[in-house]
C-alpha cells in the first residue's frame, strides 16, 4: 500500500475567475536507497485529491546501490477550488526498507 512522504503535500488553490476549467501537471523527483544490505524494489506516485498517480517502480540491488527517478502526475477539469498534491511510496519486494534520501515535489496549476 502506497504511505505518505513525510513532508512532501501541499495545496493549490484553482482560483474562481478562470474562464474554464483547469489541469494539475505535478511531478516528483526522488534520489533513495535501502536501508539494509538486501536488494528491494520500490514504487514511486503522486496523489492528487486522494487519486494515486501512475506508479513508477526502481529496483535497488543492495546498501551500495542509490537510484534517482522521476515521477509525473495530472488531474484535468478542474473546477475552482483547493487540491491537495501528495508524493507518495511503498515497498514493492525485498528485505529492506526503502528509503526517500532526497524528495522534492513540484505542482502548478494551468488553464485547460
Known amino acids: 500500500t502506497l504511505e505518505d512522504i513525510t513532508g512532501l503535500t501541499f495545496d493549490l488553490v484553482v482560483p474562481a ?6 489541469r ?7 534520489q533513495c536507497a535501502t536501508s539494509g544490505g538486501s536488494p528491494a524494489t520500490g514504487a514511486w506516485a503522486i496523489n492528487i485529491n486522494s487519486v494515486d498517480k501512475q506508479e513508477i517502480q526502481r529496483y535497488l540491488s543492495g546498501s551500495n546501490d542509490v537510484g534517482s527517478l522521476v515521477v509525473f502526475g495530472g488531474a484535468t477539469g478542474l473546477s475552482n ?3 491537495t498534491v501528495k508524493g507518495r511510496h511503498r515497498r514493492v519486494s525485498g528485505a529492506s526498507t526503502v528509503v ?3 524528495a522534492q515535489l513540484f505542482a502548478q496549476v494551468v488553464m485547460e
Not at 17 to 22: H, K, S, V, Y
Not at 24 to 30: T, V
Open 17 to 22: 475567475n478562470l474562464p474554464g476549467t483547469a
Open 81 to 83: 477550488g483547493t487540491y
Open 100 to 102: 526517500d534520501d532526497v
Open 24 to 30: 494539475i501537471l505535478a511531478w516528483m523527483a526522488i
